[in-house]
């Protein structure tokens, strides 16, 4: 009984086998390959002044600098080495978030500004990791402008800052009781 066993099993194994269909190799050198054109936006990348960096203390807040060097590196890339910009640039982003921000600076525009601007260095990274290149180029794009948002919101702040409470001429700011008196009323 075992020696037919044997040789059942044997036909059984090389009878399943089924035959494989014919499957070209796929050109993985091309696939492989990021191909990034350079946004228009990469060169409209917003550039703190020295003067403003200098006014407003940016110099010593380490974390900002570093993405604002690591952006304008990113701004003249090398399409082979967009993984490792990518890569660099979400982890100073991570170290900028976790690290307490200036005075001037630590407020809920500045704050949600920069977790948008590490949004798009995600979007980017995945774009990339799955060799998506019209979405990478989009994505890229989106990132330069969310970063000038960045700057123009913190020079905005740092405007804002300056200004005193009293230039309407009203010593304390009036706030509207929306209980005592809607807003839409007619009083």
Not at 20 to 48: F, G, M, R, W
Not at 69 to 98: C, F, H, R, W
Not at 108 to 132: E, F, G
Request: proline share 6%; aromatic share 10%; charged share 25%.
């Amino acid at each position: 009984m075992r020696c037919l066993l044997i040789p059942f099993f044997i036909l059984i194994l090389f009878s399943c086998k089924g035959k494989k269909p014919n499957t070209q190799p796929i050109n993985l050198e091309k696939k492989n390959k990021v191909e990034i054109t350079s946004p228009e936006s990469a060169d409209q990348v917003i550039h703190l002044t020295p003067e403003f960096i200098e006014e407003n203390e940016i110099n010593l807040w380490a974390d900002f600098k570093k993405l604002m060097d690591a952006m304008e590196d990113i701004s003249q890339l090398n399409p082979e080495g967009i993984m490792t910009y990518l890569i660099e640039l979400y982890k100073i982003s991570i170290a900028l978030v976790k690290n307490p921000f200036p005075q001037k600076f630590n407020k809920l525009p500045i704050y949600s500004r920069v977790k948008v601007v590490q949004t798009q260095i995600i979007k980017c990274h995945y774009y990339a990791s799955n060799n998506q290149n019209q979405k990478l180029n989009q994505a890229l794009d989106q990132l330069y402008s969310e970063y000038n948002i960045l700057i123009s919101r913190m020079i905005s702040m740092a405007e804002e800052n300056k200004m005193p409470l009293d230039t309407l001429g009203i010593d304390l700011p009036f706030f509207q009781d929306s209980k005592m008196n809607p807003a839409l009323s007619k009083k």
